[in-house]
């Protein structure tokens, strides 16, 4: 076969695989389609479907196809985390700043504290911290790893329980927002680059004045304009970010954050949102998926990933629960609020891919972690629908 059909091949084991399992496994209530593709991402990968058919699995990825796959992936997720700073609503949470700080705050630092106590540990044993990475910044991306909550996914989520355009919902948006927000920060600090700080600097300084330009631009666009001008802003800052050792996906996100939703039509986001996970994510969780090694031993892999996973959720639910008591919130809410904040796939997973990018983790780390990315998002709906429901026929939502 050529290089052509053996790619084409691949396309068509990343589309139709997880698509047929999630149709025909109606698997939707536990694991929307976007989990099934990030757990077949993992089986296609070389600890799975590559130990199985070790032949099989070099001929399908080999290296020039996986060098076309990577491409996709990475204007794939470039383009998913653009559109995901572009609606973060920070001017929300700056008006209810009190109640979101707080609870933000306490959602992502009790896990990120559990988190990191865990890696503390792990770091002792070999094989698990990145050579590139210094103590401080394998316990603190771990760490965060644990706190992250997936905006994106949490829409979806939100949008299939009815609640997202509800006060409730708006509040959790507003959480999930600033904890965004901090995530992209802590990986800004876990990536300073010392011997370029120059270089960071500078990119820095340009960023600031082009993006006042930008801001300026944008909004006097028509509307059909203001697209194109977005994607070439998308390129040019990410291509700065990696040239300044911060990595695209930092520059891709701070492209997003310098624009405004409200310049956009809202319709046409929501689609090119649905048509990047439609068309081009499954590349990049095959890709994710193809990163997985278990070379320290399945059973130590699943282990970490399940103190991981304690971790995690434990801390979660704790944090938002001591948010509720300091603000009085109703009965039953912290609880909600706690699981639906669970959800992680898609941000984590890109947050992950950074710091294995940046050798801050190992193949095994970053294996432990997707599993705990999957555990946790697994858990989000199952958990809150039965909360919801309670709550709903008790107070109701207002």
């Known amino acids: 076969m050529s290089t052509t059909e053996i790619y084409l091949l691949a396309m068509v084991m990343i589309f139709a695989i997880p698509y047929l399992v999630w149709r025909f496994g109606r698997t939707e209530y536990y694991a929307p389609l976007v989990v099934v593709q990030i757990l ?5 990968g070389p600890g799975v479907l590559g130990a199985a058919f070790p032949g099989y699995y070099a001929f399908v990825f080999n290296p020039t196809v996986v060098q076309s796959l990577n491409g996709i992936a990475w204007w794939a997720v470039m383009l998913f985390v653009w559109i995901a700073g572009i609606e973060l609503d920070l001017s929300g949470a700056w008006r209810e700043r009190r109640e979101s700080s707080i609870t933000a705050g306490l959602a992502l630092g009790t896990p990120l504290a559990l988190g990191a106590l865990a890696a503390a540990v792990i770091v002792r044993y070999p094989g698990w911290m990145g050579p590139a990475a210094q103590t ?55 990536l300073m680059d010392w011997h370029r700080i120059g270089r960071q600097g500078a990119f820095l300084v340009a960023l600031a004045l082009a993006g006042a330009a930008v801001r300026w631009l944008v909004p006097r666009l028509p509307q059909r304009d203001r697209w194109y001008v977005g994607v070439i802003w998308l ?40 048509h990047v996970l439609l068309v081009l994510m499954p590349v990049f969780f095959l890709s994710t998926g193809l990163r997985t090694h278990w070379s320290l031993g399945g059973a130590s892999v699943f282990l970490v990933a399940g103190v991981l996973l304690v971790a995690s959720v434990s801390g979660k639910l704790l944090g938002v629960r001591i948010a509720g008591r300091i603000l009085g919130w109703a009965p039953g809410e912290a609880s909600l609020i706690g699981w639906l904040l669970q959800t992680k796939a898609l941000i984590m997973i890109i947050f992950v891919n950074i710091l294995l990018d940046k050798a801050i983790i190992t193949s095994e780390t970053f294996t432990a972690l997707l599993l705990m990315a999957v555990g946790s998002t697994m858990l989000s709906v199952p958990l809150a629908t039965p909360l919801l429901a309670r709550l709903r026929s008790t107070r109701g939502l207002a």
């Open 40 to 44: 077949l991402g993992i089986v296609l």
């Open 136 to 190: 401080w910044q394998f316990t603190l991306g771990v760490g965060m790893a644990c706190a992250v909550t997936a905006l994106p996914i949490l829409l979806l989520f939100m949008e299939k329980l009815a609640i997202l355009r509800e006060p409730l919902g708006q509040r959790i948006l507003r959480y999930a927002s600033l904890d965004d927000v901090a995530i992209w920060g802590v990986l800004a600090l876990i």
């Open 235 to 274: 390129a040019l800052v990410a291509l700065g970010a990696d040239w300044s050792g911060l990595h695209f996906m930092v520059g891709a996100f701070l492209a997003g954050v310098l624009l405004e939703a409200t310049w956009f039509e809202q319709r046409e986001m929501d689609l090119l949102r649905h």
